[in-house]
């Protein structure tokens, strides 16, 4: 196979997007790193989008899936008892909600995240009786005509072609007014504002890292003060947790320092540990009050997607091993990004764990340091309501030497690009 693009051209449809960053054939890929056509080796610091936060084909997940299709087991079961659904299920409840003393029952809601997040709409509104949702600036909860509506970038919502994007409110994430303003404030005066024109809400639903969005991280105060307001408000309180889970930001659920309880949590990305398609609706108990068949997906439940996703649970999660190890990963991280952001006036760091970037203040400036990058040999893409914010997903299992060197590749690409603009500014 050679990087003939060819076929792309003439079938692929126009909405195709992360491959015009990477014009290449990749064929192989393992751990963190990815082998195109030609035979050269990229550093993977994009992971799938945080879809695959043990790297590429861990071996351990990929020995359980190959004894499983071996064995015949089953790969498709609807929403049927199977033994590999019992095992995953058995894995999440002893090792992940058990130790935070969490109870949700787990809804298998089809393939990707933004099926989860409209299975949180529906049931918030079926249970709550109300239609308005409170969603965030900066969001990305998906691009199906619900999630989408929580979603407010304007590029995205532009997809819809003018469709209904209606019986959603957005109101100020934290800082997105500016470092003064209180937000939690602003929307609380606005709740209790009769003439407002923010009818009762259903649900409060947010990001505590925005992955989309530009790496705004909330901080445990304003993820407190939204739990609080959103039961003041007799509303729900919904935490997408879809690209800030799973380890991601240092703890398994980005929230968990902060203590709230979300009455609904969104999973998916990370969730198989593998790459497949694989997402889930965590609900309280009191509010699983679905009748059979009343939400449902042909794919909910990726039976192959529940034998990694065990192994994924059993093998990191089983101690606080590898959330140690991520605490140092996320200190050399923030290191390496100083270092970046010091070469550029005005440049920041934003987010949190291994879900950190640098602002660099312009979309055309950070579109050719991961451009860049790419051409030394690293995957790296952008975030932000205008593409302004170099963002790294590496994985979480990433070797210390690779992580190093990848960091290292960046920060060469942004002192060529420097240059390069110095040279043509003179």
Known sequence: MTNDFDIYERRESAARSYCRSFPTTFVKAQGSEMTDADGNTYIDFLAGCSSLNYGHNDPDMKSALIDHITADGIAHGLDMHTDAKAAFLTAYEEKILKPRGMDYKIMMTGPTGTNAVEAAMKLARKVTGRRNIISFTNGFHGMTMGSLSLTGNIGKRNGAGGGHL???????????????????????????????????P?????????????????????????????KEHGALLIVDDIQSGCGRTGTYFAFEKAGIEPDMITQAKSLSGFGLPFAALLIKPEHDIWKP????????????????????????????????????????????????????PGARLKGRGLMQGVDVGSGELASKICARAFEKGLIIETSGADDEVVKVLAALTIKDETFRKGLGLLLDATRDVLETNKIAAE
């Open 166 to 200: 209606g019986d959603v409110t957005h109101l100020p994430y934290e800082h997105s007014m500016g470092e003064g303003v209180d937000t939690l404030q602003f929307i609380e005066a606005m709740l209790n504002n009769s003439s407002s024109g923010v009818d009762a």
């Open 202 to 230: 259903a649900a409060f639903i947010f990001e505590p890292v925005q992955g989309e969005g530009g790496l705004n991280a909330a901080s445990d105060e304003w993820m407190q003060g939204v739990a609080k307001l959103a």
């Open 293 to 344: 068949a009343e939400h449902n997906g042909t794919f909910r439940g990726n039976t192959h997607a529940f034998v990694t996703g065990r192994v994924a649970i059993e093998k990191f999660w089983s101690d606080n091993a590898f959330q140690d190890e991520l605490a140092a990963k996320s200190t050399v991280l923030t290191t390496a990004l100083q270092e970046i952001a010091d070469l550029i």
